[in-house]
């Protein structure tokens, strides 16, 4: 592994979600988005919910979600241990939309927003969020490559 990469592990209770030499990753943690490059000094941060950017070796994206978790970077890789994390490629737009749609009529239908339900529900509506704008970023990445490719020919 070159000095310009650093290894990357993203696992979640379940699985291993991604292992691989990346260039760069932006995740979103509870102080907000950082980006890190390899060589970036050791930390350990909480994640929230959102969109993982990652830039690979060979410069080619990858997108994924996350419903939050922690980071740790250390001198020779990046460890992400997510609750849940998805690559864009295999996310299910249509069940993401339809718990989101379920959550948000939870959350009408709480009356107390002290109601231990109402943080749940708020989580579960961040999560899917995250999975509908790690799709809808991955669709618009693939449509600006695809017309590049197309101009090139
Ligand atoms: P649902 O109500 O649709 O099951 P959920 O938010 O309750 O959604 P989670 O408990 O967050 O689901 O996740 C359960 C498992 O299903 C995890 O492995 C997660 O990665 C996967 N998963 C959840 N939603 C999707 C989706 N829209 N597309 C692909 N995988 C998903």
């Known amino acids: 592994m070159s000095e310009k990469t650093i290894k990357l592990e993203i696992a979640t209770p379940e699985r291993v979600v991604l292992t691989e030499a990346i260039a760069q990753?932006?995740?979103?943690t509870r102080d907000?988005?950082?980006?890190?490059?390899?060589?970036h000094i050791p930390l350990v941060a909480s994640l929230r919910a959102g969109v993982i950017h990652i830039k690979k070796e060979?410069?080619?994206p990858e997108i994924i979600s996350t419903s939050g978790g922690f980071i740790e970077v250390l001198m020779d890789k990046i460890v992400i241990l997510a609750d849940t994390a998805e690559m864009a490629a295999e996310i299910d737009l249509a069940r993401a939309e339809e718990a989101h749609r379920r959550a948000?009529?939870?959350k009408t239908n709480l009356r107390?927003?002290?109601?231990v339900d109402f943080a749940e529900v708020n989580a579960a509506i961040e999560r899917e969020l995250a999975r509908t704008?790690?799709?809808k970023r991955w669709r618009n990445?693939?449509?600006i490559s695809g017309n590049r490719e197309d101009k090139s020919e």
Do not use: F, W
């Not at 990753?25 to 979103?28: E, H, Q, S």
């Not at 907000?32 to 060589?39: A, N, V």
């Open 25 to 28: 990753i932006t995740v979103p």
């Open 32 to 39: 907000g988005e950082i980006t890190i490059l390899p060589g």
């Open 58 to 60: 060979n410069d080619e």
């Open 104 to 106: 948000e009529e939870m």
């Open 112 to 115: 107390h927003q002290d109601d």
């Open 133 to 135: 704008h790690a799709v």
């Open 141 to 143: 990445i693939k449509s």
